[in-house]
């Protein structure tokens, strides 16, 4: 995916490595920093995320909790009231729900409904997405639910280095994060100093990750490679294409998309969530509004059907490829 | 001190009451009383045995040869599906090699009219019941989320959100009997399950409604990686029973024949109209969570080679064959049974199922929408081109 120079002092890390280290340093600067959910203490979690934790910070900072995330989360919200800054995490993207009471009436509104009396400063980690080839209920694309719901940031990096430095900033973060991370991209690899990780832009900032001419990628998350590749494949087609990495989809980093926007002229958004509802809309919406005057197409989508996360043996055919991107570039006016 | 609750409510209710100018002194509100008997709803001490015990004299011999067979079919079934993963047949599979008989026990108590909801985990306690394992193991293979029809067989669709099908069964069990059939409903989750909301409420519905459902919960000592002590501060999970107002039963899992007799006791309760009851059947997860975890990071081999040496197979083998109810040409058969099932299972396994990406539209709603069959027709086209 993106190319990253050999900096002296980095060696090849993965995002898992990067999410790990970046739960370490916060809980070693910082010990209200609590780490709590299901095997993430002595297993290290079932993405092996979290490994090490309780071994160098003790269990009472790194909990394997009981099986129940309505209580993991609600417990966070009592343990946030007290002081402490909870990192909770989601086993996976479809385990969340037990806990969307929690989330969605409490997680979401104590800063609002306490006139900011009482911000929560708690992460919520969630695994996402697909192509693992998982079994039902482990590849959801839950973000559209997170990003209706006023009140959460909603965080999802896509590099390795983004994945250290944005969760470092969420958790950091006085207000609650829901912090997305593509469990597809957990493996990948990329040159990065864990002794001296590099420093990334903040929360609500969107990055160009490939700069272009003829038309803008939006996407994020496990997208982002899949829109590179894309990229590097439509100059063979003749176009320059530009990708943007969201990075964060509350707060939308609108200036940075509207930019590109209105210098290419075209834009597709990318995601695995189905397409209806999803983040895509209201990009999509924004766009049409602020670059009217500077589109010579409409604004497209490639998007996951509207359609149950598919079982493995045919999410080929759901998640946002390759060609499918081209195609739908392929639609864009080029005639005119 | 008052000596009772009348006392107590005597000594402070006392109220002016207008009208008829005359001071009034209430009566007390009746006293406060348990409205069941805690002691008879609490479990054994020790989870209740069987095999190896004074009981066994009672077996019926032809019952447990069933057992027995069925035992052995299982403990092969569970290394062929195993065998499938490594084979890349299988996405993955959770095992239940050592919990074989609380697997089957729950399968063979039930009436065909009956219903089970099972686990994740449970897919032999389907096969069990008679589902062909190609049907039950569709979920894992991937090409299908629930590989058959749960009405035919009625066997709910393996759930995995841990504990959330445990409500469904309640709601089953009581529209059974609100529409007079006497059908009872089997359901089935983890140790680890037993924290979730869904469990607490299933089970407080289930004793409110009187509803004809057995919580079945297998308590093989791990929830992936979290042992039950992170688990629970209950005496036992079989004591939470008490909590809602029903039974709970403490019982050895490995043990085929204490499994089938505290079952049939739950299932006969419930269709006479006698409620809800919490079972914790005591067992053990021999092998890894899934073919995809290392157990090696979070338990002791010696652990697991006690439990082996409790083994589900050997305990009924050794108790039969002592007996002189089972001899080597019966454990024969059983095997070639076994083997016959497993061959049977891995040729349908290895045959390439046949997919239909048309599929993904087609079961979303009654009828299709608009939107739906515009991404259809992409994605139709789309095939066509590669295939051009
Ligand atoms: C609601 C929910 N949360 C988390 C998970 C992830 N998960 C799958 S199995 C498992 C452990 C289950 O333990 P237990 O209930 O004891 O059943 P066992 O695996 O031992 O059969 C977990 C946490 C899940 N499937 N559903
Ligand atoms: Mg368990």
Redesign the pocket.
Known sequence: MTTVAVQPGTKPATMAQALGRAMRDAMAEDPTVHVMG??VGTLGG?FRITDGLAKEFGEDRCTDTP?A?AGILGAAVGMAMYGLRPVVE???D??A??AFEQLISHVAKMRNRTRGAMPLPITIRVPYGGGIGGVE?HSDSSEAYYVATPGLTVVTPATVEDAYGLLRASIASDDPVVFLEPKRLYWSKAQWSPDAPAEVPGIGKALVRRSGTSATLITYGPSLPVCMEAAEAAREEGWDLEVVDLRSLVPFDEETVVASVRRTGRAVVVHEAGGFGGPGAEIAARIAERCFHHLEAPVLRVTGFDIPYPPPMLEKHHLPGVDRILDTVGRLQWEN | MPASYEEVYAAMTVQELPGAGASHRSTPPPAWRPRTDAAALLPDPEPYRVLGTAAADKLDAELMRRYYAELVRGRRYNAQATALTRQGRLAVY?S?VG?EACEIAAALVLEDRDWLFP???DTLAAVARGLDPVQALTLLRGDWHTGYDPREHRIAPLS?????QLPHAVGLAHAARLRGDDVVALAM????????GDFHEALNFAAVWQAPVIFLV???????S?PLAK?TAAPTLAHKAVGYGMPGRLVDGNDIAAMHEVLTEAVERARAGGGPTLIEAVTY?IEA?TNADDATRYRTDSEVEAWKAHDPVELLERELTSRGLLDAEGIQVAKDAAETMAAALRDAMNAEPVLDPMDLFAHVYAEQTGRLREQAELLRAELEAENE
């Open positions: 299901e095997d079932v099986l995330e989601m086993q996976f479809a385990f729900y037990p209920h | 959770p239940t919990q686990s994740y985990r995995t959100p841990l504990a959330t989750v983890g140790d680890g399950g037993t924290s979730e297998q308590n093989n000592g791990f929830a992936i979290v688990q997860r969570h």
